[in-house]
């Protein structure tokens, strides 16, 4: 059960900010919000992290609402090496497990 | 890129065959994964571990075992392979501090 729902799949124009959705409603208390891509075939790459507050890092923003049910990820500036599948997980704290759903396929055109 | 290393890379096998993957690791990682990838379902984990001889199961845990007698190797089994075990196989590792996990590039398994 991967407690989190993300669009299929988003286009975005290289050079222009990429915002990516996710619902996790029923995310508790004590658990984290993790972004995840992975390109082509290769293993998943972590991008970010958080808790309730935003966080910036030197590939993404990670943007919480305040009643913690939603998150985006902001790319800042796209690239072409940007198109990859990217996943949003809840971070269950029993047993550090990290569940994944089916991600959103972003991809960056020209 | 973090210290893990899957073997094999690529594997076919014949159904009903035992197979073996081991995930290694040299970053000294409390928490290691084991997940399966498959097209339409994205990685959907299979069995973990949270120490030495310490191990749970995911959510497909079916048709698998696992196995970890030292931090820095674990083994997932398959004890009579099937073709709906035909999948990516992904490790990953992690500490329990609430940092990322590392991920493997993969085993290619093919089951015919």
């Known amino acids: 059960d991967a407690k989190t729902t993300q669009p299929p799949s988003m286009d975005c124009a290289e050079g222009r900010a990429a915002n990516l959705p996710c619902n996790h409603s029923?995310?508790?208390?004590?658990?984290?919000v993790y972004w995840y891509r992975q390109i082509h075939s290769q293993g998943p790459q972590y991008i970010i992290h958080?808790?309730?507050n935003n966080e910036t890092n030197e590939m993404a923003s990670l943007i919480i609402t305040e009643d913690r049910k939603s998150s985006t990820l902001i790319l800042p500036h796209a690239t072409l090496r940007d198109t990859a599948v990217y996943y949003c997980?809840?971070?269950?704290?029993?047993?550090?497990?990290?569940?994944f759903g089916t991600g959103t396929s972003l991809t960056v055109i020209p | 890129d973090a210290g893990i290393t899957q073997s094999p890379r690529h594997k076919v096998t014949e159904t009903g065959t035992p197979v073996t993957l081991r995930c290694h690791q040299t970053?000294?990682?409390?928490?290691m994964y084991w997940y399966r990838q498959d097209p339409g379902h994205g990685l959907r984990l299979i069995h973990y571990?949270?120490?030495?001889?310490?191990?749970d199961k995911g959510e497909v845990s079916d048709g698998y075992s696992v196995s970890r007698s030292k931090t820095e190797d674990f083994l997932l089994t398959l004890e009579s392979a099937t073709s709906s075990q035909t999948s990516v196989y992904f490790c990953?590792?992690?500490?329990?501090?609430?940092?990322?996990?590392?991920f493997g590039q993969g085993t290619r398994l093919t089951v015919v």
């Open positions: 958080g808790l309730k």
């Open positions: 571990s949270y120490g030495v001889k310490d191990t």
């Open positions: 029923t995310i508790s208390g004590n658990e984290y």
């Open positions: 990953a590792i992690s500490m329990p501090d609430g940092t990322e996990a590392f």
């Open positions: 970053e000294n990682h409390r928490y």
């Open positions: 997980i809840v971070r269950v704290l029993a047993g550090n497990q990290f569940y």
